[in-house]
C-alpha cells in the first residue's frame, strides 16, 4: 500500500486498490496502460468475440466496459478534486453491458479509445496537487479519495487483465 496518498475507500474497491497503490500514481497508470496494451495486442482475433462461459462477456465486451468504468473513475476524480461534494451515484456496469452494442465496433478502433483515454486520464490527474489528490467525496454512497479512484482505474484494468490470462486466453 501507499504511504504517500490519502486513500480512502469503500470495501468494494479495496481489490483493486491493493492490486494498483504505490507510491507513485502517474508511473503507475503509464506502466498499466502499456501492459494492458500489449495484452490486446495479443490477443488473437479468433478469441475477441469469444466468453469463457455462458452468460459471461465476450472480451469485446470486457473492453467496453473498461473504457466505461475508467470514464466514470476519472469523471469521479476529477469532480472530487475540484471540491465539488455532491453525492455521485453509481452505476449497473451489467445494464452498461446490455445497452453497449459492440459487435459493429471494430477491435482496433476500441483499443485505440483506451488508449487516448487513458492518455487523457493520466495528463488530467498528473496536474492534481496534494490538496487534490487527498480530497474526499462521496461516490456510490461510501466515501472516497481523489488518490483512491486513480488507483481504482489502474486496478480495475489490472483486474480484468487478471482475468483475460486466466479464463479468455
Known amino acids: 500500500m501507499s504511504a504517500t496518498y490519502h486513500l480512502v475507500y469503500a470495501d468494494s474497491f479495496a481489490p483493486y486498490v491493493q492490486l494498483a497503490a504505490s507510491d507513485d500514481l502517474v508511473k503507475t497508470l503509464k506502466k498499466n496502460r502499456k501492459k494492458f496494451l500489449a495484452l ?47 453525492p455521485l451515484p453509481g452505476f449497473d456496469e451489467n445494464a452498461w453491458a446490455e445497452r453497449a452494442d459492440v459487435t459493429a465496433r471494430g477491435w482496433n478502433d476500441m483499443i485505440k479509445e483506451f488508449n487516448e483515454l487513458r492518455k487523457s486520464n ?9 490538496e487534490q489528490l487527498s480530497a474526499e467525496g462521496t461516490a456510490s454512497g461510501h466515501p472516497v479519495s481523489t488518490a483512491a479512484l486513480c488507483f481504482v482505474i489502474a486496478g480495475h484494468v489490472k483486474h480484468h487483465m487478471n482475468i483475460l490470462q486466466e479464463r479468455y486466453l
Open 40 to 86: 490486446l495486442d495479443a490477443i488473437p482475433s479468433s478469441k475477441i468475440n469469444h466468453a469463457y462461459a455462458e452468460g459471461k462477456w465476450t472480451v469485446k465486451q470486457m473492453l467496453q466496459h473498461i473504457i466505461d468504468a475508467e470514464r466514470v473513475f476519472a469523471y469521479r476524480a476529477m469532480r472530487i478534486a475540484r471540491f465539488d461534494t455532491t
Open 122 to 130: 493520466i495528463r488530467m490527474i498528473s496536474q492534481f496537487n496534494k
